[in-house]
């Protein structure tokens, strides 16, 4: 959905030192639009990526043909633009806004152009500044309160802070074998909990994009570190609660309808565009300790992962409500680590155990949520 393309916008409204909104078409509030809940996660590279335009389609379906707007940090750019160009008669008007601290996020103009869109879209960019500007702010209340009638989407940065727990480092992220091999390793401590965005369909769910891409000297991927994210999110916070955890690769977009049933869009693992939905073990990891390798084996049974390779027009099915009470068209895998990096069994998209369902009475019951 990112443009690259240089753009004019059509109307520049309002302009501060902390924040911008322009106006790139339509007019805000010239239809009586009637929005239903929608939720678009997407992995962070989707410019020109097959799924990617019916994916925004189903999107926009969801907005009642309203107003889109884009949010962002540290400048507007062209996704508004790119919104006009190729779907201007499925909105009524796009723009973008950018909130760049706490006193923008806290000022009621920002507060009312939120509440007047009907589909917001939160940009790539740098989730730690998202959260040092929009946490605890009427910006943050309004996305809350657009989630439960209107459509809201992320990418990259965008998408890892719409879960309840989330990871936005301070400065270069965490690779996968630091967090392996260290679980409380520096760099994890942008992790945090319930403090940021409440959303109905990611309670108790940590988020991570990118995941086929490569990163530090080894190239290393991010499936080892949203594992182990996850067994962060499964100790840091109350026990008694379920953990889990959505990853989508760079090219798969993840669209979550008001029943809150999942699928994915996007070109399948050829193209990088998969998505692994994840369930804890309902017991704590082995060994999870600082300056110590991770250890979450329970028999290589620690972590059951859906995976769902994306389709053009939208495969597979996940529960997001009950999650994974209902899972079709995708496999079931197995997570685990024997003991940090070198010990875990899932790298580069492959899987050392994979079924086809999940074994008979391994389902519990907590809370409404459906917990292995």
Known sequence: MLSSIAITFASLLTSSASFDYELACGTVNSTSAQSQP??????????????EVEATEWFLASGGGGDYLVLRADGVGGQAQWICDNFSAQVSSAAELSVDSMTAANDPQVESLLAEAEMVFIAGGDQSLYRQAWRDTLLSQALEAHAISGAIAGTSAGMAILGSSYYAPATSGVLSSELLNNPYHPLSQGLSHDDFLSLPWTA?????????????????NRYGRLFALLARTWQDRDSARPAHAIGAEEGAFVAVDQTGMARVFGNGAAAGAVAYFLIAHRTPPEQQTASLPLIWDK????????????????????DLINFGATASGGQWMDWWTSGGAAGFNFTGGQCASCGSALPPGELIHIDGFEVW
């Not at 108790?204 to 290393?220: A, E």
């Not at 028999?299 to 996940?318: M, P, T």
């Open 204 to 220: 108790n769910v940590i988020t991570d994009t990118h995941l086929d891409r490569q990163h530090g000297p080894d190239d290393q």
């Open 299 to 318: 028999q290589h049974l620690a972590v059951k992962a859906y995976r769902i390779d994306g389709s053009v027009n939208g495969s597979g099915q996940f």
């Open 38 to 51: 929608a939720l678009l996660l997407i992995g962070g590279d989707e410019a020109g990526r097959v799924g």
